[in-house]
């Protein structure tokens, strides 16, 4: 008999999960598997829902159980064609640690490898929602990995420690980021105070340039946004758009999304139907 060939893989996603609603996995996996694209989820918490409902049940994976994931995934020859990582929310600052170590390892064999970090930690009208010393574990571990960047005005504040009032200042604390293996920052919500009607921004900053994508915004404000355009992002890139392209395809998905929410008076994300 021929031997039995692994799955192969194109993405891993490392994120949160969820029993119920569209956050974290629930919203990158089936997003960018609708983009052609076979992917692998591995969760850094297992909750019931999102901890803005009355009642929550689980918690972060036990760190050996998130190393052993990491570990099999390699072990079982399905990284041979791998094309890009995806980090968003991380439920313990220990996991960044253990997931940089095996990225590494990933990168000295891959040196092309993709990684697109979503530094969650907060937003401007929850404030932080992370554990204490998660920005600093993303700056020393996780940061210095990242291809590119797609955090939101306040995680990007966070992270940088500058004033991103106005979109001159995104950009320039975006540059601060573009250290490494960073070409890129795309900061969501980005500027509230400077938005038109009806209207917000996401700033795409490179070392040479900075693009002002303007699109609708929708009222509907479920969780799992940043997650969506995270993934979309990526699976467009990965798809061979150019990243101006690629982030203004992201914006367009999320905002379909919104508008099927919006529509469907759904308390949770409801994704695009195409």
Not at 5 to 31: F, K
Not at 68 to 94: E, F, I, K, N, T
Not at 132 to 140: F, N, S, V, W
Request: charged share 15%; with cysteine.
């Amino acid at each position: 008999m021929t031997a039995l060939q692994p799955l192969r893989l194109d993405v891993v996603s490392v994120q949160s999960q969820v029993v119920y609603g569209r956050v974290g996995n629930n919203a990158a996996v089936p997003t960018l598997e609708a983009l052609g694209l076979a992917v692998a989820a591995v969760p850094t918490v297992l909750l019931s829902n999102t901890p803005h409902y009355p009642t929550l049940h689980g918690g972060a994976v036990p760190l050996d159980w998130f190393g052993g994931y990491l570990h099999d995934l390699s072990a079982r020859g399905a990284l041979h064609a791998l094309r890009a990582l995806v980090v968003g929310y991380l439920g313990d600052p220990a996991q960044a640690a253990v997931l940089a170590g095996w990225a590494r390892t990933l990168l000295a064999e891959r040196a092309g490898l993709r990684i697109v970090l979503d530094p969650v930690m907060g937003d401007h009208d929850t404030g932080v929602y992370v554990a204490p010393g998660m920005a600093e574990a993303c700056r020393t571990h996780l940061l210095p990995l990242a291809s590119g960047l797609t955090p939101n005005g306040f995680e990007l504040a966070q992270l940088t420690g500058m004033p991103v009032d106005d979109v001159d200042g995104v950009v320039a604390a975006a540059r601060t980021l573009l250290t490494g293996r960073t070409q890129w920052v795309a900061v969501t919500s980005a500027a509230p105070a400077t938005w038109p009607p009806d209207a917000m921004h996401v700033v795409l900053v490179t070392a040479t340039q900075a693009q002002v994508i303007t699109h609708p915004r929708i009222d509907a404000i479920p969780k799992g946004t940043g997650d969506l355009f995270c993934a979309a992002l990526t699976g467009h890139w990965l798809q061979g758009l150019a990243l101006p392209e690629a982030a203004a395809r992201a914006c367009d998905h999320v905002v379909r999304a919104l508008r099927r929410t919006r529509q469907a008076h759904s308390a949770e994300l409801l994704l695009p139907t195409q």
